[in-house]
């Protein structure tokens, strides 16, 4: 069974960091772009970053400014999202997913194949 798994969701302080995974099962992300995406309650599903499948390719949504990193794993079939400076609107639902492609990525979700449960990020004081 084709799985991608999310955590290292949590409740976080402003200003603290959290580091999310997306890890497979079933398949080797070595033949996938990866792309975090999330949704905030009322809000429509954003795409966050993606990541091509030799990891030479990123692409971040501009209202991130910098605060998050995607980077991956192939050894260990996991893509990660580094979130620094995390601010209260960045509490959503992250969720990761397995796009096939030679090249590149897309923060596009229609794109995407291959979708995780999602884990909840809340930034709150």
């Known amino acids: 069974q084709l799985q991608l798994v999310e955590s290292g969701g949590g409740l976080v302080q402003p200003g603290g960091s959290l580091r999310l995974s997306c890890a497979a099962s079933?398949?080797?992300?070595?033949?996938?772009?990866i792309g975090w995406f999330r949704q905030a309650p009322g809000k429509e599903r954003e795409g966050v970053a993606c990541?091509?499948?030799?990891?030479?390719?990123?692409n971040y949504a501009d209202s991130l400014l910098g605060r998050f990193t995607i980077s991956r794993d192939n050894a260990r079939n996991t893509v990660y999202l580094q979130m620094n400076s995390l601010k209260p609107e960045d509490t959503a639902i992250y969720y990761c997913?397995?796009?096939?492609?030679?090249?590149?990525?897309?923060?596009?979700?229609?794109?995407?194949?291959?979708w995780g449960q999602g884990t909840q990020v809340t930034v709150s004081s």
């Open positions: 997913a397995a796009d096939l492609r030679d090249y590149g990525c897309s923060r596009a979700g229609s794109v995407y194949d291959y």
């Open positions: 079933g398949f080797t992300l070595n033949y996938y772009a």
């Open positions: 990541i091509s499948r030799g990891g030479g390719g990123r």
